[in-house]
């Protein structure tokens, strides 16, 4: 059997309204999502659906029809709110609501809206058919939370990186040098800098952590002529050279 | 049986032949009616495959952790994984007495594990080539709030914006993160394509059996797991494009006021497939207009008219929308689909009369797997025999009702007498696959193939699906009938997964090789930059690095040093020329980035920097990489021992 009410659009103007509200006051992702995502999906496509007024068979025919609008709509919406200038959290909100009450709107006041299809009987689910869906769930979200896991911990590359910069500040007289590290244990190194080839700074047994960075801004005469500094990185166990940067320091 | 009677029917070979293949490949449809009586969905049978489904990611996750670890064991994990997805859920949809409801749960659930296993690949972020460019686009957007910001990585992409629009809506009404939204559109927009192609093949085969086991087999497209999966432009144009074709199907048989309501409906999703994809927008415009043809060829219909004319329409407006907004908006669609079209064309041309091969097609295809190869190409094989065995029954389902008898349902269709044109048509359309495949075994076509197959399994499934329903197994199978197309039905949905890329499993880091060279290390040094240099410098440097600095580095890179000067000229030789040290100092290039794994092995995909870089397929060496430590004017500021950052402001100061 059909359904007939038109209360469906009641409550989608409501969710539009509520999506609002919460765009503007709440910073809560829960609330957001929760009301959000729908009207991006559902409740406009819905509306739209209705005050067009094409009738729908089936509660999964409305279903797709009504996601494809929603889609439609927020393209559309796209397209307006970039005109306007309004491409913002709140500039969404309100065309989505603008949207769902003037379709609804339309539809309330349109006598040949058709009913809604009617809802599928709900299928008879025993207990531990429940429970196999809810172990199922369970199982799929913890296999994607291990995916996670490992692709945030896994490092195929264990590696140093070193550099030196002029100072990003643009004072000229400044270089910076850096050491971040992406291995598995600490390490130790000893940092010398040169000017022009002679000896300007040196830094004993500087140790690393895995996921530390160290840096440090360097003050270094400024001159007429250009001149290079370079930064060169050893390791004391072997007091071989490990990297070496370089740059140029900026002149008067 | 008496001597004379046995004497006299001696049987004729010839004809016993022809009467043989005439009874497989004939347009017989066996029992008439597709489905059996209605059942209501089992429970039961759907709770055990949901926990058999969260069994199989399980090992699926491990198959990509193990892949990263370069473990032997990762193959196994990850196919078994895929295996037990797959082969019960098939077979229960494909059961000849499965409920209309249960069906369509088991497909949805179906497609969107499948959709998991694509993401579990790169579960925190966008890791395909195309991905990742849409992903820029995005960034750009919710960054700078206004649409058609130009992307040099992209040109074409910021005038079809709706994927991104879609995104950064979500992100801006729930606050999400963009990869958290993105996925979420895509997992809908997966439902949607589902749900959309079922009822659009139940409205014109008639039978929701049919529907369901043609979406099955269009699971079996090389583009269904990985391509229309991904977060690209491709994936929203195919779904609007197909939600069009089941509206339009489902209000085939409506007049007046509720047909033009529905047209409505086609006019608002073709507005948005115009403005989303160029190549669905294109398909759904072939779509439309074919049908129209044969709407106008159509004979024996009373309301031919008013149907030919309402078909009219939605041709006109598939037609007419994309191509409005390709005016509208200036884009140069034929400087950018024309040259790949052109190419794959004369190369499928030059094979078949035996021209000379061309440069391109030296390069050969990536290794695969050897049991990949044979899964794709025993997929193929049933798939092929699906067609043989259903493309006569399914142009007989279009024939007018009671002329079900031996060959006179083809010969209604020839003489233009059918009751729905779009059953001729996908039938018709069907013959695309072989041309597909042809484009895909070339390297300059595979790109035209592969988007071809999109499309073009739309009719094979349903092709397929009529060839199982009405001559394998019929309306009530028994014995082997029952397995053995469920089974091919099997082979076939995992050939779209071994057909999707080169290797599906997370495996570790390979030399130019798209998203098989994307990993933390890259990602890293492109987040330094950002930090430590500031946005927007301008780099140059390998394609997968180019696309990381843009991307997590918000750098603006560079695809030519100057006009007519490619980075791979810089990169590649052991010395820097006078032409190319005089390029690079008049340039406004700010840093070169270079990453000495190229030097490990040669480009998996056949090219380090662009696709028509001159030594294709030729390895680097560490020396040419290096070559800029010995440039005066050039310094080394950054180092990791595998990726060097060089300034080259230093060049400029002359000029």
């Not at chain 1, 990297?243 to 008067?252: D, M, Q």
């Not at chain 2, 394509?193 to 369901?212: D, M, Q, T």
């Not at chain 2, 070339?442 to 999109?454: C, F, K, L, P, Q």
């Not at chain 2, 092709?463 to 009405?470: C, E, G, K, L, Q």
Request: hydrophobic share 50%; with cysteine.
């Amino acid at each position: 059997m059909r359904i007939s009410s038109k209360r469906d659009l009641l409550a989608a103007c409501l969710w539009a309204g509520a999506a609002v509200a919460a765009v503007a006051v709440s910073d809560s992702l829960l609330v957001r999502t929760a009301l959000g995502a729908p009207m991006v999906f559902l409740v406009s496509g819905h509306t739209v659906l209705r005050a067009i007024g094409v009738r729908t068979t089936s509660a999964m025919q409305h279903f797709v029809y009504a996601v494809g609008t929603s889609l439609a709509a927020g393209i559309a919406g796209g397209f307006a709110l970039n005109a306007a200038g309004f491409l913002t959290p709140l500039g969404w909100a309100v065309w989505f609501w603008a949207v769902t009450a003037a379709a609804a709107l339309v539809a309330a006041g349109r006598r040949d809206t058709p009913d809604l299809p009617a809802w599928p009987a709900p299928a008879r689910v025993r207990l531990w058919q429940g429970a196999a869906f809810m172990l199922a769930l369970l199982v799929a979200t913890g296999a994607y939370a291990l995916a996670v896991r490992d692709e945030a911990a896994y490092r195929e590359f264990k590696y140093t990186a070193f550099w030196l910069l002029p100072s990003a500040s643009g004072e000229s007289g400044r270089i910076i040098v850096g050491i971040r590290s992406a291995e598995t244990q600490p390490q130790r190194f000893d940092l010398e800098i040169t000017l022009d080839g002679q000896p300007y700074a040196i830094f004993r047994s500087l140790t690393i952590a895995p996921g530390d960075t160290w840096a440090r801004e360097i003050p270094v005469p400024v001159l007429a002529t250009r001149q290079t500094a370079e930064a060169r990185l050893y390791r004391p166990e072997d007091n071989r050279l490990y990297r070496s940067v370089s740059t140029l320091v900026p002149r008067i | 049986m008496p001597a004379h009677f046995a004497a006299g029917t001696r049987i004729n070979p010839l004809r016993a032949g022809i009467r043989f293949v005439s009874a497989v490949v004939g347009p017989d449809l066996r029992d008439g009616s597709a489905d059996a009586p209605s059942q209501r969905a089992n429970s039961g049978w759907i709770a055990v495959l949901c926990l058999t489904i969260a069994a199989a990611l399980l090992l699926v996750v491990a198959g990509h952790a193990a892949g990263r670890r370069g473990y032997d064991v990762a193959p196994p994990l990850f196919w078994s994984g895929v295996v037990l997805l797959v082969a019960p859920t098939s077979l229960r949809i494909a059961w000849p007495t499965t409920a209309r409801g249960e069906r369509l749960f088991l497909l949805f659930l179906l497609a969107e594990a499948l959709f998991y296993c694509k993401n579990v690949y790169s579960p925190m972020s966008f890791s395909g080539y195309d991905e990742v460019l849409h992903w820029i686009a995005a960034e750009d957007l919710i960054t700078a709030r206004r649409l058609f910001l130009s992307n040099p990585l992209f040109p074409i992409g910021p005038t079809y914006p709706a994927l991104e629009i879609l995104t950064t809506a979500i992100v801006d009404l729930t606050g999400l993160p963009l990869f958290v939204s993105g996925t979420l559109l895509l997992a809908i927009l997966k439902g949607a394509f589902i749900g959309a192609l079922f009822l659009f093949l139940e409205s014109i085969a008639g039978s929701p059996r049919i529907s369901a086991i043609a979406c099955l087999a269009y699971m079996g497209c090389s583009t269904f797991f990985l391509f229309d999966s991904a977060f690209s432009y491709g994936s929203l144009g195919i779904v609007l494009c197909v939600l069009t074709f089941a509206v339009e199907a489902a209000s085939k048989d409506l007049v007046g006021g509720p047909r033009l309501k529905s047209l409505g409906l086609i006019a608002l999703l073709l507005a948005s497939l115009a403005v989303t994809h160029h190549v669905s927008a294109a398909f759904a415009a072939i779509y439309f207009g074919a049908l129209a043809a044969l709407e106008a060829l159509r004979r024996h219909d009373s309301l031919r008219i008013k149907t030919s004319i309402a078909v009219g329409l939605v041709a006109i407006l598939a037609i007419t929308l994309p191509s409005l907004w390709v005016q509208a908006r200036g884009i140069p669609l034929t400087g950018y689909l024309g040259p790949v079209i052109e190419s794959g064309l004369d190369t499928l041309l030059g094979n078949i009369l035996g021209a000379p091969t061309p440069r391109s097609e030296h390069l050969g295809a990536p290794d695969k797997a050897l049991y990949m190869r044979l899964t794709t190409l025993l997929a193929l094989l049933l798939v092929a025999l699906g067609l043989a065995t259903g493309f006569f029954r399914s142009l007989a389902m279009a024939a007018p009702s009671g002329a079900q008898s031996g060959w006179r349902p083809i010969q209604d269709i020839l003489k233009r007498r059918w009751h729905d044109s779009r059953l001729v048509l996908l039938s018709l359309l069907a013959f695309g696959l072989p041309v597909s495949v042809a484009f895909r075994l070339t390297v300059a076509g595979w790109e035209i193939g592969n988007r071809m197959g999109t499309f073009v399994f739309i009719a094979v499934g349903l092709v397929v699906a009529v060839s199982i329903v009405h001559y394998w197994q019929g309306r009530t199978p028994r014995g082997w009938r029952r397995i053995a197309p469920a089974v091919a039905l099997v082979i076939i949905v995992l050939g779209g997964v071994t057909s999707s890329s080169i290797n599906p499993i997370h495996g570790r880091y390979r030399v130019a090789a798209d998203q098989e060279s994307i990993e933390p290390m890259g990602i890293e040094t492109a987040r330094w930059a950002k930090e430590w240099l500031g946005a927007g410098n301008r780099f140059t440097t390998d394609r997968i690095n180019r696309l990381l600095l843009a991307g997590y580095g918000r750098q603006d890179v560079r695809v030519t040093i100057v006009a007519g000067v490619d980075p791979a000229r810089i990169f590649e030789a052991e010395r820097l020329g006078p032409d190319e040290f005089w390029a690079l100092a008049r340039s406004d290039i700010d840093f070169l980035l270079i990453d000495l794994r190229l030097t490990t092995a040669p480009p998996v995909l056949g090219f380090y920097f662009q696709p028509w870089e001159a030594r294709q397929g030729a390895s680097l060496s560490g020396a040419a990489l290096l070559k800029f430590n010995d440039v005066k004017g050039v310094t080394r500021i950054y180092d990791n021992g595998w990726i060097v950052i060089y300034d080259v402001r230093g060049l400029h100061e002359n000029f």
